[in-house]
């Protein structure tokens, strides 16, 4: 293939004459006008090239990599379709992988010394450091990413980079790091208390009772200690003329019944039951709600019933614990601590590209402000440790926020307190525009857009309860054509939202058609002063981000999304004002910028090397839409355009331009090594995809 790229950059003459097919499909006879609007970018002609052949194996093999499988194409053998397991069998699997010779204990990889690991013989992990030094893979091109004055690697034996590692450490020495650069990591008493259902939610549950929207619902314990209590009334009642009085009392009071926990209770079991309050008291039976009754939440289901998750056990607190005397204390939402977003450059919070080590890539280049990946509510509340690392924060992140995701208020509610006691964060955003279905058809994301009440029910706890700002980012209604937030943007201020990030698409575009930023314009212009509007959608130039703040010029600022995981130097453009015509050079030494520090995030070691490339790899499967400044007849690129096939100005740029996983994979050996045996990979998201029917 370079060959061929190296020909035809020498003879520029020779794209000339290409078939008359690839002419009438890429538009080689159009002018620049044309192109552009049909959507395809204008490629100099001198740059164009026939599209590759690909052979029926690896057509295949691109089928199996890229999860793509057209039409004409073979289907994927069997072999290639992985075989569905329990996840008995996945654990079980995994216990045997982890005794495997290539598994070293980590205590032992980190000291040298076989018996460093206080388990010895109980120990989950293989003990054999010869057996494991004769599998390990060859050591990687380059220094182990903490190699340095103050530390020594945590990977010790087990690195990819040993061989670069300082000579002298006596076996057994203590290994002492630096201080670690990130944080908001999950305790682990926290995380045990969440695993039992034992964790106290006292601000949230008194917001939720303050508001209306703590009930009682009725478990199995529950309806049990109340036939005992009732029996036990009854035998006081005959003996003292009094209890009735006491008994009227009590049920006047409404004092919250403690559950103790069964002895046969197992993990996932109900701890409690804590449903939405009633519209009426005669509503008592779910059978009797209607379907508007339920939109609101108003029959007695416990919402993580519907949520699909095992409900955390909540301390339900007396009025003693915000009594009214001290609710004048409480400071206004519109008198807590408020971000100025106005006029910085903000990253979007991006599902699976916008990990750790990609914010920091962005950090470098120019970004201003950034944010965590979407982290659902339910899964955080039941101490997932996979959930947890989407909150995880870098040292140079100097303005950061965490995005999270819930349906109902008693679980947003508990998360926001969880987070704003746990991490070190400055905002908490909470989406309400996500378009994926798992989450739209649990009630969050762009479902909550068709519920305004419980939005405001949302919005209205989560920022009674924490210091911390809140913000909130939408869609501009859930159907195309029936547009809501502009009905909705004068009140979101008074529920407490400091900001409010307009995604110009409705949840049923998905990522399709281009973002509507008249209507983010006239929502801008609809809103309080005291709610910052930040408009998002198809930001791809510093030219766009000037005509959007131009005008419309009570927009806040622009959110840049996709526009970031396509060229990331984005930033860097709408800062300096320019187009930057980055070299193939360049945008290597990003890559290996993202790679270093994502062995820092994941690991030296071979496990951390494998994650770091399917994370790059996920990436690649955006920049290769990026198309060089010099190869362009109209510049600005815009995110919509298909490019065509052509050749870059070298061998670099042109590998970088693929659209094939097989091309991606060559990049990502270049940095960190041969893939293993039987390696594949599928990009996650169809959001790195253009205005397809499947896409919208």
Known sequence: MEDSVSAELRDPTAVSEEPASLSASTGAQLTPEELVAKAIAPVKREYLRPPPVRSSCNNVKDAASTGKNDGDDKAAPSSLVKEKKSKRQMKRERRQEQKSTSHLCPEIAKTGDVSSCRYSDKCRFSHD?????????????????????????????????????????????????????????????VQKLLWKNKMKFPKADAKLKELGLLGHGKSKSRVKEEKEDAVSNDSVADRTCCSEVNNDMDADLDIPLEVPEENGQTEGTFSSDESRPLKKPKSMSSENCHSDEIDNGACMIDATIREGHTPIESEVVNDSVLPDSDASLKSHPREKKLIDFRDKLYLAPLTTVGNLPFRRVCKVLGADVTCGEMAMCTNLLQGQASEWALLRRHSSEDLFGVQICGAYPDTVSRAVELIDKECVIDFIDINMGCPIDIVVNKGAGSALLMKPMRMKSVVEIASGIVDTPITIKVRTGYFEGKNRIDSLIADIGNWGAGAVTIHGRTRQQRYSKLADWEYINRCSSLAPDSLQVIGNGDVFSYAEWNRHKVESPKLATCMIARGALIKPWLFTEIKEQRNWDITSGERLNILKDFVHFGLEHWGSDTKGVETTRHFLLEWLSYTCRYIPVGLLDVVPQRLNWRPPSYFGRDDLETLMSSDSAADWIKISEMLLGKVPDGFSFAPKHKSNAYDRAENG
């Open 129 to 189: 450091i010869e057996a494991f030094k004769s599998q390990k893979p060859a050591d990687l091109d380059g220094e182990c990413p903490f190699s340095g004055a103050e530390q020594l690697c945590p990977y010790g034996l087990a690195c990819r980079f040993a061989g670069t590692h300082k000579e002298g450490v006596p076996a057994g020495s203590s290994v002492t790091l630096k201080k670690c650069s990130e944080m908001n990591g999950l305790n682990k008493d």
